[in-house]
């Protein structure tokens, strides 16, 4: 009789235990479906829209964990999984190589703006209009053209652009505040310099320059997109909503951009007013 009651009590322990283990299980996966993670490249115009979402995330009751790398990685980390959605997919020019590639292993959210204008950037007071007419003039800019990272799409680009006009220019890697840091040198000291632009950017506001021409076509007015890795709309359908709805125009977002880099606004702030100021679409890009 005694074994008997011992027998049951260590059967009674065991399914305790394992209540104990599904239980915390249990509360792990749901932890864990609760935690939204944003993709961030290293390129201040995805700040505004990162701010929005970490704010309607906490809202809906989502814990926000931001993954920050160069635009490769963003798209590993999309097709891999190690992200739920990145606002960093320019179509159909800038990322057109990674689109090919990885196109059909992750999903394309809403366009948050359109019609972007990117490509070459001079200051005015450089006297050329077109990529056109850089070649044999060169010099006109110093023969080279300030980039940033060597990955991102902006800088491939550049490399068939220039094997496409037969211009003898020089790409100078670096980062995007690297290159800033030079557009800012040359423009007081008033000298010439090429380098990469678009819109959104704070240097559109904050400085006189100008899109060149290019009418080989090869810079096209891009979207910026969200990407949104597959499977997403299962663990958080809110938020795949809003993903695949948020919009933002080019001037709501250079305006962000100017109050937070350069007048130092607190980024929170600026999203909070932003997110008040369009509640009535937040709210339907839920639904």
Not at 22 to 30: K, L, P, V, Y
Not at 104 to 120: C, K, M
Not at 129 to 136: E, P, V
Not at 224 to 246: H, V
Request: aromatic share 12%; glycine share 8%; charged share 25%.
């Amino acid at each position: 009789m005694k074994r008997i009651w011992i027998t049951t009590a260590l059967l009674l322990a065991v399914v305790m235990g394992l209540g104990l283990v599904a239980g915390c299980s249990n509360a792990n996966d749901t932890g864990q479906d609760k935690v939204i993670k944003l993709g961030h490249a290293p390129y201040d115009y995805e700040v505004p829209f990162i701010e929005i979402t970490k704010l309607i995330a906490d809202e809906r009751g989502y814990q926000v964990e931001v993954l920050e790398g160069d635009i490769g990685f963003m798209f590993m980390s999309l097709v891999q999984g190690d992200i739920d959605a990145w606002p960093g997919v320019w179509l159909p020019s800038i990322h057109d190589t990674y689109q090919e590639k990885y196109g059909d292993q992750y999903e394309l959210g809403s366009a948050i703006f359109t019609d972007a204008p990117v490509g070459w950037v001079v200051p005015k007071y450089v006297e050329i209009d077109s990529i056109a007419d850089l070649q044999g003039n060169e010099d006109l800019v110093s023969g080279k053209l300030v980039g940033f990272e060597p990955g991102s799409g902006m800088m491939l680009v550049s490399e068939e652009v220039i094997d496409g006009y037969d211009l003898d220019i020089e790409i100078l890697s670096g980062t995007m505040a690297s290159m800033m840091a030079e557009v800012d040198y040359a423009i007081k000291q008033q000298q010439p310099i090429l380098f990469l632009g678009w819109r959104p950017h704070t240097m559109m506001v904050k400085y006189d320059v100008k899109v060149l021409d290019d009418p080989k076509g090869y810079w096209e007015k891009d979207s910026e997109l969200w990407g949104i890795r597959k499977g997403f709309q299962d663990k958080a359908p809110d938020m795949y909503n809003f993903f695949k709805n948020f919009k933002m125009s080019l001037d709501d977002t250079e305006e962000f951009l100017y109050a937070y880099q350069e007048q130092d606004k607190d980024v929170q702030d600026l999203a909070k007013a932003w997110i008040e100021e369009h509640r009535a679409e937040i709210d339907s890009w839920l639904e």
